[in-house]
């Protein structure tokens, strides 16, 4: 099971760090990463790590603004997420890789959270 926390309301300009905490199984071994989806849609990919943490991965649209990082020996993957959009408001969701390639792409993700809503607003 894999549970996001830390969304809420910003500012345009502000930051939030969110956090995806998984129990009931270990993910140390399982690619990470971030999704989200904006109301009428579809969901996108937004940041992506290996299990080792030494690879991430962006989309073009939060590279520089957005960090993502894992923390194995707390079974967390975090999000820090600086100088926000109105265009980043979404619903953001983490899933787990166990494929731990083609971070991308949805259809690789195995296991989903159920979301957490960050809204920015300008």
């Known amino acids: 099971q894999l549970v996001e926390s830390g969304g809420g309301l910003v500012q345009a300009g502000g930051s939030l760090r969110l956090s995806c905490a998984a129990s009931g199984r270990t993910f140390s071994s399982y690619a990470m990463g971030w999704f989200r989806q904006a109301p009428g849609k579809e969901r996108e990919f937004v940041a992506a790590i290996a299990w080792t943490g030494s690879i991430t991965y962006y989309a073009d649209s939060v590279k520089g603004r957005f960090t993502i990082s894992r923390d194995n020996a707390k079974n967390t993957v975090y999000l820090q997420m600086n100088s926000l959009k109105p265009e980043d408001t979404a619903v953001y969701y983490c899933?787990?890789?166990?494929?731990?390639?083609?971070?991308?792409?949805?259809?690789?993700?195995?296991?989903w959270g159920q979301g957490t809503q960050v809204t920015v607003s300008s």
């Open positions: 899933a787990a890789n166990g494929w731990g390639t083609r971070m991308r792409e949805i259809p690789k993700y195995d296991y």
